[in-house]
């Protein structure tokens, strides 16, 4: 039985340089690497790499079962991706999982070529539905997703990718190669504005981190020049990060490191140093969001604009740069309130700033807030600014602030 697994990406037949045309999907290549462990006969079908829908229609043809794993800003690319592999493919068995899936599963019910759903994490739960399929048992229509244990996962096989940055990541950090790693499941925070769509996804409030020696192993096997570590909530177990530091630190020199954290993690000077040193943070992504209290703590983001700027002034004086991501536009945001954004960065004084405005992803609590007061005028999932999102906000004097921010960014 042939089998495919296909990245509907937004960013499909794209040739830029951009991150999001290069990334490993490590969620959809530990699924592929465990379907292979347990003898499945599987490609990758990564739209992004593909010229164009004839090329896609080419490189679909021939399979029994096809997978789809889409998020839901690539919802309609993967329904007409799915519409052309059914009518290549019209007796294949065609699967979807992943978040946009996983939170929305009745809308992809009514997806006529759409055989079977599965809800949650696919590593252990997409290879168990081909064996099925291929044994001719019963499959549901909607399985639930068995949480796997991380480290029991084989590592993703880079061979199956594009090298992500063969050229370097221009204006960041490093030389090649640039390698991505994952390191844990699950986001122990309560945001409005993702969860519960982390909790449905990976478990409620609890953390999935593999050891230490698993990590390191695949390092060992994985060289690079420069590397990011792509978890969202890299820093939330310290004690890990500190285990990882003193065992990276035997083994190999500090390397141009990229990392996501929260600011409330970065206030620790000695923390920032041990993975300056050790590892070789060089720069850090950090999800600001707000410069008004009022908005943080309607966010239910667990930091305050002081721990920000704390957090801030503690990476200037490691000598780590800063990826300020701000969210402009969300509901209870006020003209005020976006202009106390404005100078919180001009005291931040990040390196980069990655500014958006709110997008009400469904699945989330602040979604079904906005739909329950009938603010949502668009479901397009474009989180960038431009065109409104929801009602109430005064959309032109946001962009201006927004654009205004870029003064603010330090050379």
């Not at 252990?124 to 244990?149: C, H, Q, R, S």
Request: aromatic share 12%; glycine share 8%; with cysteine.
């Amino acid at each position: 039985m042939k089998v495919a697994l296909v990245y509907p990406s937004s960013y499909s037949f794209s040739r830029a340089y951009s991150w999001e045309v290069r990334f490993v999907n490590h969620g959809i290549g530990l699924i592929l690497a465990n379907a292979k462990k347990e003898g499945v006969d599987i490609d990758l079908v990564d739209m992004r790499r593909c010229a164009d829908w004839p090329d896609y229609v080419q490189k679909i043809k021939g399979y029994d079962v096809i997978g789809f794993s889409a998020m839901s800003v690539d919802h309609k690319m993967a329904i007409q991706a799915i519409r052309y592999a059914r009518i290549k493919n019209p007796d294949a068995k065609i699967i979807v999982g992943g978040i946009g899936p996983s939170i929305q599963p009745d809308k992809w019910k009514e997806i006529p070529e759409v055989d079977y759903i599965y809800i949650g994490q696919g590593e252990v739960t997409f290879p168990e539905m081909i064996k099925k399929i291929e044994k001719g048992e019963e499959v549901k229509n909607v399985t639930l997703g068995v949480n796997p244990d991380v480290n029991e996962l084989p590592y993703i096989d880079r061979s199956l990718w594009d090298e992500e940055f063969p050229w370097g990541l221009q204006g960041f950090t490093g030389k090649p190669p640039f390698k991505t790693f994952m390191s844990s499941r699950a986001c122990v925070f309560r945001c409005t504005f993702c969860q519960p769509t982390a909790d449905l996804m990976y478990g409620k409030g609890k953390e999935r981190r593999r050891s230490v020696e698993h990590f390191m192993e695949e390092i060992r096997q994985n060289p690079f020049e420069s590397w990011m570590i792509h978890d969202d909530g890299f820093t939330q177990n310290l004690e890990w990060v500190a285990e990882l530091c003193d065992a990276y630190s035997k083994e190999f020199e500090p390397k141009p490191l990229i990392i996501q954290s929260r600011a409330s993690f970065l206030i620790q000077e000695d923390y920032v140093k041990m993975m300056r040193d050790k590892l070789g943070l060089e720069w850090c992504i950090i999800g600001f969001e707000s410069g008004s209290d009022k908005v943080l703590k309607d966010l239910n983001k667990a930091q305050t604009r002081k721990i920000c700027e704390m957090a801030a002034a503690n990476l200037h004086k490691c000598g780590v740069k800063i990826f300020a991501n701000i969210m402009y536009g969300t509901p209870t945001e006020t003209n005020e309130d976006a202009l106390l954004t404005l100078d919180m960065l001009k005291n931040i004084q990040p390196q980069h700033y990655s500014p958006t405005t709110y997008m009400p992803y469904p699945g989330s609590f602040l979604y079904e807030k906005c739909k329950k007061e009938g603010l949502i005028l668009t479901e397009e999932g474009n989180r960038y600014a431009g065109a409104p999102k929801i009602k109430g906000i005064d959309y032109n004097f946001v962009n201006k602030v927004l654009q205004e921010g870029y003064q603010y960014v330090k050379n």
